[in-house]
């Protein structure tokens, strides 16, 4: 695993480097010497004495001691190679940028598979095969450009995908945005995204480390692992976004056959994110635009204050904070009033505080500071300021500058004349400043971020529960769909309120329960899965001779095996539920029922375990939960009581993992209570 020797080594050989820059092993040494590595460098090459003014070895038994390897030959002769660094020369970290390994056959994993298992009996660490490298300030192990500008209070950014790094990087540096470490893992032999993520939690520093992570994955293949240490790093005061490539069937087909990995189910990937804290980004520009939030102080409120000397950019920046659930907020009274008089007639400090063309670097400053110490309903500002090209504005640049260095509240600069001002823009970025040359995509950033949760809890509180009774019912149960009346006894042990029932295969049992249970009655099959379609129910049954006529009918359903009776009882249909991802754990969902459900898909997820407030999170997050509240003079639902029921669902997961499926369809949901009429369980032991 990662160790002192990849991040720091004190020695470096690139095994095929070459004289020859445009090809991988010549661009990685050519990286090395011009990033100025402090350590020893070496070259192992079979025909050259010197490459590139190294000193060049032609065999791996003739090398010195050293730590990191770097190896850009072919596959076939890397682990010959490998055994004799790791066996004589002490060599405990590699990178290998060559392919032909797992990505591209079973030859290749086999090969794979054999360098790891070398790597391994040193307690070394491996990054790759397939791989582009690594970055940092201590060593430019990387054959790719761009380079960005390096900094410890940076990004540390983790790439299963080297070109996409290579065009992530492009697209953040022309920002200002620097970055800490850069890591591309390639095929992730044995160390992947989430290796690394565990490193920077487990070596993290409050004072000398960076704040930010950015990850590209296209498979999540330990999400315990990245749950575990990314909420973590959250927790210690980190902002993380990821983006997680495959959402679609055709981009998991693209993924796969990039990586040679499965695609994980995209609804997984969504609650996973959402539990550890996570804002999922869908593109490279997106990832950039919240990396460049994440680097300004944290927005604590959601009133934003636009300060701009130009109407349109300000109106569409108030539509997408609004869109997303920021506010622009009205600003008036005496403080508007006296900040009024100090701008030229004309101007407007309503919000967009719109101070003209002719607005000066001094206006500006007098605008920012009432905004940052005399309105407190104001909790961080959008400055744009550009130029049609009429004349120089660094000083506006400057006092924004001198601005964010002196505010309470954060301040985000909307620089959009990047050509004309262009200049004036570098020099602003050459103080360590970041950018963002559109309005909108910082809106949405902002946004993205404001809405992303914080992370679960560390320990998950669970409701009191009869584990006892779950087990025994569980353990005595086959594989498959439980019985009406195991599903009756877990629900009974969870502590999920449900219809009364019986479950019947004699008639005048059935006429005797039904006349206990009490008319109207529901009835339905026991042992089709789809009852509905095969005639299998019946509603407002309301007298024992529809009760015997029905019995009889239903009876001859093929696979039917008993009736199940229940009160007919009434409310709106809610659906709560769970199924089992693998690797991922259980999945609770939950939503309206009918409709909803099934053509709208309005569903919320969340990974088990789950408490209370976030099972009522889970609710107010449903695009029907207007109707959940109570509209147009509908009584509303019993929300807390809908809660309640999602909650010990996730408790009886958490002490039946045998649990692969399972449906509570229908809830019915009154302002009283919510109470299960049917459930379904399948188990796998």
Known sequence: MINEQLINPKSIVVIGGSNNINKPGGKILKNLIDGNFAGDLFVMNLKESSVQGIKSYNKPEDLPQVDLAIIAIAAKYTPEVVEVLTTKKNTKAFIIISAGYSEESEAGKELEDLIVSKINKVDGALIGPNCTGVLNSNHHSIFTEPIPKLNPKGIDFISGSGATACFILESGIPKGLSFSSVYTVGNSAQIGVEEILEYLDETFDAETSSKVKLLYVETISNPTKLLKHASSLIRKGCKIAAIKA????????????????????????????????????????????????????????????????????AVMLTDALSDGGLEVPHIEGLIADELLTKLYDGSSVSNPIDFLATGTAAQLGDIIDYCDQKMPEIDGMVVIFGTPGLSRIFDVYDLLDDKMKTAKKPIYPVLPSTLTANEEVNDFLSKGRINFPDEVNLGRALTKIYSTPAPAPENTQLPAVDTKGIRNIIESAEDGYLSPENVQSLLDA??????????????????????????????????????????????????????????????????????????????????????????FGHMVLCGMGGIFIEVLKD???????????????????????????????????????????????????????????????PLLGTAEKVVAVDARIRIEK
């Open 246 to 313: 495959g959402s679609s069937d055709a981009g998991s087909r693209a993924a796969s056959s990039h990586t040679g990995a499965l695609a994980n189910s995209d609804l997984a990937v969504d609650s996973l994110f959402q539990k550890a804290g996570i804002v999922r980004c869908y593109g490279r520009e997106e990832l950039m635009n919240v990396a460049s939030v994440f680097m300004h102080p944290t927005l604590t409120g959601k009133n934003i204050a636009i300060i701009t000397h130009a109407g349109g950019p």
């Open 494 to 583: 969870a502590g999920i309120a449900r219809a009364g029932e019986a479950v019947e295969d004699n008639i005048d049992n059935a006429v005797a329960e039904a006349l206990k249970l009490g008319f109207p009655i529901v009835m339905k099959v026991v042992g089709p899965v789809h009852k509905s379609d095969v005639g299998g129910v019946v509603l407002n049954v309301k007298d024992e001779a529809t009760v015997r006529a029905e019995f009889e009918r239903m009876m001859q359903i093929p696979e039917t095996t008993a009736i199940l009776m229940q009160p007919m009882l009434s409310g709106t249909e809610l659906f709560a539920g769970a199924k089992y991802e693998d690797t």
């Open 603 to 665: 569903v919320s997820s969340a990974l088990a375990p789950i408490e209370k407030n976030k099972a009522l999170e889970m609710i107010r997050g449903l695009k029907s939960y207007k109707i959940i509240e109570g509209v147009r003079g509908q009584e509303g639902i019993n929300e807390e009581a809908f809660a309640d029921a999602i909650y010990r669902l996730s408790a009886l997961l958490y002490y039946a993992p045998e649990i692969m499926e399972m449906d509570l369809n």
